[in-house]
């Protein structure tokens, strides 16, 4: 069978030979990868989430991917945002966090990457670390300017993500924030060496996991992507 896989897409002003208007964007790594697992792609931009809308969307998809991008406001977790963090973009943040709930509700299977994971924690009732160089000392998850930073991740034994991707693996970073407080309803399943959370699962989900780091960078390694769509089609 076809599975349709949604993926949230960012909204920004881009230029377009000599139009220049928003649009929606997302790197095409993203649905590389969904299409190299088995999977077709549909968009999900940013647009008021009314639970109409969020159902109809919803009911189109057999899995959702929310993806990564800017950071999530730290008002919605009860705080007062970072010097460092990326200026608010409410749109996403509501549209995501609304999917976000009612693809849980629907048992929908899930995969968040980067802020998709911060976007997951935050819809449940976590908090996040705003700015990890406060905590950690350095900046070896963002590197900034693009490029991406290598680094290990050591997954917790017994739990999904320890069964697909094994008990350590070097993935690619590019964020400056973490989880801080996880929510209830979400269990730890890989840390960095340096304890920061690198992944998590819904409890008790048909296929419901999120990661800090960019699976997408990584295109030779489909597993995360294959078990997602695996997951769908078995639903």
């Known amino acids: 069978m076809t599975v349709a ?3 949230s897409t960012y909204l920004e ?10 649009a929606t964007v997302l790197p095409k790594v993203y649905s590389d990868c969904v299409i190299a697992a088995g ?10 989430p009314a639970p109409a809308a969020v159902a109809r969307v919803l009911d189109a998809v057999d899995g959702l991917i929310i993806t990564g991008g800017k950071d999530v406001d730290a008002r919605l977790y009860g705080q007062e945002p970072h010097p460092e963090n990326d200026a608010p973009r409410p749109d996403r943040d509501a549209w995501e966090i ?9 048992d929908l299977p899930f995969l968040g990457i980067c802020r998709g994971l911060q976007v997951l924690n935050v819809a449940l009732g976590g908090t996040l670390i705003q ?10 998850y963002s590197y900034g300017n693009a490029t991406f930073a290598d680094n290990p991740v050591h997954t917790v034994p017994g739990t999904r993500i320890a069964g697909m991707l094994g008990p350590e693996l070097t993935v690619k970073s590019y964020h400056h924030q973490a989880l801080d407080r996880v929510a209830d309803g979400l269990t730890v399943s ?17 296929f419901g996991v999120a990661v800090q780091w960019h ?14 769509i695996a997951a769908a089609a078995a639903r």
């Open 5 to 7: 896989i949604g993926l």
């Open 13 to 22: 002003h881009t230029e377009m030979g000599l139009w220049k208007r928003p």
């Open 39 to 48: 999977g077709v792609v549909l968009a999900l931009p940013p647009q008021p």
């Open 98 to 106: 609304a999917l976000v709930r009612a693809a849980l509700e629907r």
């Open 131 to 140: 700015h990890l160089p406060d905590v950690i000392g350095s900046t070896r």
């Open 190 to 206: 890989a840390r960095g060496d340096d304890g920061v959370v690198q992944a998590v699962e819904i409890d008790g989900a048909r």
């Open 215 to 228: 699976p997408e960078e990584s295109p030779d390694d489909l597993r995360l992507f294959e078990g997602l």
